[in-house]
C-alpha cells in the first residue's frame, strides 16, 4: 500500500508544535509496517539552508487557484526511504513563519490544489491521502468536487487527521469559487458552509473517508459542546467513521542515552541530576540539586492552561521552587513570564523563542514538567519528559488523560499527577502533593522517574491501528 502524508510541518524541516513531530515520525514507523509514505509539504522561506541545500528538483507544473495558473516547483530529499516532497511557489511560502498571514486562505487553497495537481507526477499513486488539519481540509472537497471521474484518481481514498479542532481555517465565501473553484453546492450545513464562512477544517470532515483525532479521548471529546469548538453536532455525525489514535514520539531521536543535545547522555536518576545541575547553571538559575524544577515547553496560547499557572504564580513560588519555561505565542503570555523572571531572578527562567536544543536540555533537567490544559487533542510534551525521566502534572483532558495515570501512593500505580477541573487552586494543590513526594520520599522519587523513562510510547501499536485503518478503505476498492 501507497500512502501519500499532506501536511503543513514535518520536523526537522518545519516545526511548531506536535503536528511537526507526528508527520516525522509515523511515517518510520509505518515503513517498519511496510506501508511505503511519502509526505508532501510547503517549501516555507525559513526553511535552513542545510535542508534547502539537499533539495533537488523533481519538476515543474502549474497549479489552476481560481481562474490563474501559479508556479509549483516539486522538489525532493529521500530520507531513510521516505520520500518528503516540498512545493514551491515563493509568492506564497517565502515568508518567515509558517502560518498566520491574512491570505493564509490562498496559499493553502494553493497547496492542496498543488498536492492533487502534483500526484500524476511522483511517480505513485497513492491508495489513500492522508490529510492533517485544517490547512489540508480543501484536499477532500477537491478531490470529490474535481477529480472524482479522472481515471488516474478515481479510488484514491482520503483520510482527515484533527490535530486540533481550535485551528479551522475559517475564510469568506468568496475562496470557493475565487480560489478553490468549486460550486455553491457544497456550501451548506452539511457541507463546507460555517456560520456563513467556509471552514477548512468542516472540509475534510465532510468530505474525507474517514476521520481521526490524536486521542481516544479527544475523539470523545470533540463530539461535546465543550470541546466541539461549534463543529460537535457534525462530528457526532460522522461518528462512525471517526476513530482515535493515540500519538506516539520518536524514541531513537528522544533518546536521554544517546540525545546529543544534552549536557551528558543518562539512563539513570543520577546522570539526570548531573543534567539538572548544568541546566541550572546555564539559564543563570541558582545551581542546587534539592530544590524541585518545574518546567513548561510550550506555544503559549490560553489552551495551554497558561492563564491557571499565572493566577497562582505567587502562590508557586512560596513553594521554593524553580520554575523554567520555554515558549512563545501571545504577546500577553511572553511578557507576564518575563516579568515573572525579573520579579524572581532566583527561581523563574523565561525563554520566547523556539529552541530544539534548549528544550531536550529542559526536558532531561526538570524534575516535573506542567502541563494544565484546557483542552489537549494528544499532548507531546508530557511523553518527551516521561523518556527523559521528568514526571507530568496534567489536566486530565484528551491524550493527557490517556497518557498520565496519576500516582495512587497505596497501590504505587501510576506514572505522573493530575487533576480534573480547570482550576488554578486544584492545580495548585496537585503541584503541592506532587512536591510532597519529591521532598519526603526521594527512594520513591527516584524509582517514578526511571520507571518513567522506560515506559513505551513508541509509534508501533498506533501504526498498526493506521494501517488496519487504510487497509480498511483498501477493501472498499477491491
Ligand atoms: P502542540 O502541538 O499543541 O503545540 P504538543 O505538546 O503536542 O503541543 O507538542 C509540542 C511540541 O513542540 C513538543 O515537541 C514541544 O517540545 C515542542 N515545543 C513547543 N514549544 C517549543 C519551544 N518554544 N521550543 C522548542 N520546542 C517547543
Same mark, same amino acid.
Given at each position: 500500500?501507497?500512502?501519500?502524508?499532506?501536511?503543513?510541518?514535518?520536523?526537522?524541516?518545519?516545526?511548531?508544535?506536535? +503536528?511537526?513531530?507526528?508527520?516525522?515520525?509515523?511515517?518510520?514507523?509505518?515503513?517498519?509496517?511496510?506501508?511505503?509514505?511519502?509526505?508532501?509539504?510547503?517549501?516555507?522561506?525559513?526553511?535552513?539552508?542545510?535542508?534547502?541545500?539537499?533539495?533537488?528538483?523533481?519538476?515543474?507544473?502549474?497549479?489552476?487557484?481560481?481562474?490563474?495558473? #501559479?508556479?509549483?516547483?516539486?522538489?525532493? @530529499?529521500?530520507?531513510?526511504?521516505?520520500?518528503?516532497?516540498?512545493?514551491?511557489?515563493?509568492?506564497? *511560502?517565502?515568508?518567515?513563519?509558517?502560518?498566520?498571514?491574512?491570505?493564509?486562505?490562498?496559499?493553502?487553497?494553493?497547496?492542496?490544489?498543488?498536492?492533487?495537481?502534483?500526484?500524476?507526477?511522483?511517480?505513485?499513486?497513492?491508495?489513500?491521502?492522508?490529510?492533517?488539519?485544517? &490547512?489540508?481540509?480543501?484536499?477532500?472537497?477537491?478531490?470529490?468536487?474535481?477529480?472524482?471521474?479522472?481515471?488516474?484518481?478515481?479510488?484514491?481514498?482520503?483520510?482527515?487527521?484533527?490535530?486540533?479542532?481550535?485551528?479551522?481555517?475559517?475564510?469568506?465565501?468568496?475562496?470557493?469559487?475565487?480560489?478553490?473553484?468549486?460550486?455553491?453546492?457544497?456550501?451548506?450545513?452539511?457541507?463546507?458552509?460555517?456560520?456563513?464562512?467556509?471552514?477548512?477544517?468542516?472540509?475534510?470532515?465532510?468530505?474525507?473517508?474517514?476521520?481521526?483525532?490524536?486521542? !481516544?479521548?479527544?475523539?470523545?471529546?470533540?463530539?461535546?459542546?465543550?470541546?466541539?469548538?461549534?463543529?460537535?453536532?457534525?462530528?457526532?455525525?460522522?461518528?462512525?467513521?471517526?476513530?482515535?489514535?493515540?500519538?506516539?514520539?520518536? &524514541?531513537?531521536? %528522544?533518546?536521554?542515552?544517546?540525545?546529543?543535545?544534552?549536557?551528558?547522555?543518562?539512563?539513570?536518576?543520577?546522570?539526570?541530576?548531573?543534567?539538572?545541575?548544568?541546566?541550572?547553571?546555564?539559564?543563570?538559575?541558582?545551581?542546587?540539586?534539592?530544590?524541585?524544577? @518545574?518546567?513548561?515547553?510550550?506555544?503559549?496560547?490560553?489552551?495551554?492552561?497558561?492563564?491557571?499557572?499565572?493566577?497562582?504564580?505567587?502562590?508557586?513560588?512560596? #513553594?521554593?521552587? #524553580?520554575?523554567?519555561? +520555554?515558549?512563545?505565542?501571545?504577546? $500577553?503570555?511572553?511578557?507576564?513570564? $518575563?516579568? +515573572?523572571?525579573?520579579?524572581?531572578?532566583? #527561581?523563574?527562567?523565561?525563554?520566547?523563542?523556539?529552541?530544539?536544543?534548549?528544550?531536550?536540555?529542559?526536558?532531561?533537567?526538570?524534575? /516535573?514538567?506542567?502541563? !494544565?490544559?484546557?483542552?489537549?487533542?494528544?499532548?507531546?510534551?508530557?511523553?518527551?519528559?516521561?523518556?527523559?525521566?521528568? +514526571?507530568?502534572?496534567?489536566?486530565?483532558?484528551?491524550?493527557?488523560?490517556?497518557?498520565? @495515570?496519576?500516582?495512587?501512593?497505596?497501590?504505587?500505580?501510576?506514572?505522573?499527577?493530575?487533576?480534573?477541573? %480547570?482550576?488554578?487552586?486544584?492545580? /495548585?494543590?496537585?503541584?503541592?502533593?506532587?512536591?510532597? *513526594?519529591? $521532598?519526603?520520599?526521594?527512594?520513591?522519587?527516584?524509582?517514578?522517574?526511571?520507571?518513567?523513562?522506560?515506559?513505551? *510510547?513508541?509509534?508501533?501499536?498506533?501504526?498498526?491501528?493506521?494501517?488496519?485503518?487504510?487497509?480498511?478503505?483498501?477493501?472498499?476498492?477491491?
Amino acid at each position: 500500500m501507497n500512502i501519500l502524508f499532506a501536511a503543513s510541518e514535518c520536523a526537522p524541516y518545519i516545526k511548531t508544535g506536535g +503536528l511537526g513531530d507526528v508527520i516525522s515520525a509515523l511515517p518510520k514507523a509505518l515503513l517498519n509496517q511496510e506501508i511505503q509514505v511519502s509526505v508532501i509539504l510547503p517549501k516555507y522561506g525559513n526553511l535552513s539552508d542545510s535542508y534547502r541545500n539537499q533539495l533537488e528538483l523533481h519538476r515543474i507544473i502549474e497549479v489552476p487557484v481560481g481562474w490563474r495558473k #501559479q508556479y509549483c516547483g516539486i522538489e525532493k @530529499i529521500v530520507k531513510n526511504g521516505i520520500t518528503i516532497y516540498f512545493l514551491d511557489n515563493e509568492y506564497y *511560502f517565502k515568508r518567515y513563519g509558517s502560518y498566520g498571514f491574512y491570505d493564509d486562505g490562498e496559499r493553502f487553497a494553493f497547496f492542496s490544489r498543488a498536492v492533487l495537481e502534483a500526484l500524476p507526477h511522483l511517480g505513485i499513486r497513492p491508495d489513500v491521502i492522508h490529510c492533517h488539519d485544517w &490547512q489540508t481540509g480543501p484536499i477532500p472537497l477537491l478531490l470529490h468536487a474535481h477529480y472524482s471521474n479522472h481515471p488516474f484518481y478515481k479510488g484514491i481514498k482520503t483520510v482527515f487527521t484533527i490535530h486540533n479542532l481550535r485551528y479551522q481555517g475559517i475564510f469568506s465565501k468568496s475562496v470557493l469559487s475565487e480560489l478553490l473553484d468549486v460550486s455553491d453546492r457544497y456550501f451548506h450545513i452539511d457541507g463546507v458552509e460555517f456560520y456563513g464562512n467556509v471552514s477548512y477544517m468542516k472540509a475534510g470532515l465532510a468530505f474525507a473517508d474517514r476521520l481521526t483525532t490524536v486521542s !481516544p479521548t479527544y475523539s470523545k471529546e470533540i463530539q461535546t459542546t465543550y470541546y466541539g469548538e461549534q463543529l460537535d453536532g457534525f462530528i457526532r455525525k460522522r461518528k462512525s467513521d471517526l476513530l482515535g489514535i493515540l500519538n506516539g514520539i520518536d &524514541q531513537s531521536s %528522544y533518546n536521554p542515552v544517546s540525545d546529543s543535545s544534552l549536557f551528558e547522555n543518562y539512563d539513570s536518576y543520577e546522570g539526570k541530576i548531573r543534567n539538572k545541575k548544568l541546566l541550572q547553571e546555564e539559564i543563570a538559575l541558582p545551581v542546587n540539586e534539592s530544590i524541585p524544577v @518545574i518546567s513548561m515547553i510550550t506555544r503559549l496560547v490560553d489552551q495551554k492552561g497558561i492563564d491557571l499557572v499565572l493566577h497562582v504564580f505567587n502562590e508557586m513560588m512560596k #513553594q521554593n521552587i #524553580q520554575f523554567i519555561i +520555554l515558549g512563545t505565542g501571545e504577546y $500577553r503570555y511572553e511578557k507576564a513570564f $518575563r516579568e +515573572l523572571a525579573n520579579r524572581y531572578p532566583k #527561581q523563574v527562567s523565561a525563554t520566547n523563542k523556539f529552541d530544539e536544543a534548549l528544550s531536550r536540555k529542559i526536558y532531561a533537567g526538570s524534575d /516535573l514538567f506542567l502541563m !494544565p490544559s484546557q483542552f489537549e487533542p494528544c499532548g507531546i510534551g508530557q511523553l518527551l519528559a516521561f523518556r527523559y525521566g521528568t +514526571l507530568p502534572i496534567v489536566r486530565e483532558t484528551g491524550g493527557l488523560k490517556d497518557t498520565v @495515570i496519576p500516582y495512587n501512593e497505596f497501590t504505587n500505580q501510576g506514572n505522573g499527577f493530575s487533576f480534573t477541573n %480547570y482550576n488554578a487552586h486544584d492545580m /495548585l494543590y496537585t503541584i503541592e502533593r506532587a512536591l510532597w *513526594f519529591y $521532598r519526603f520520599q526521594p527512594k520513591k522519587w527516584k524509582e517514578l522517574t526511571e520507571k518513567a523513562m522506560k515506559l513505551d *510510547f513508541s509509534w508501533e501499536t498506533s501504526a498498526k491501528a493506521y494501517k488496519e485503518l487504510y487497509e480498511s478503505l483498501h477493501v472498499l476498492n477491491v
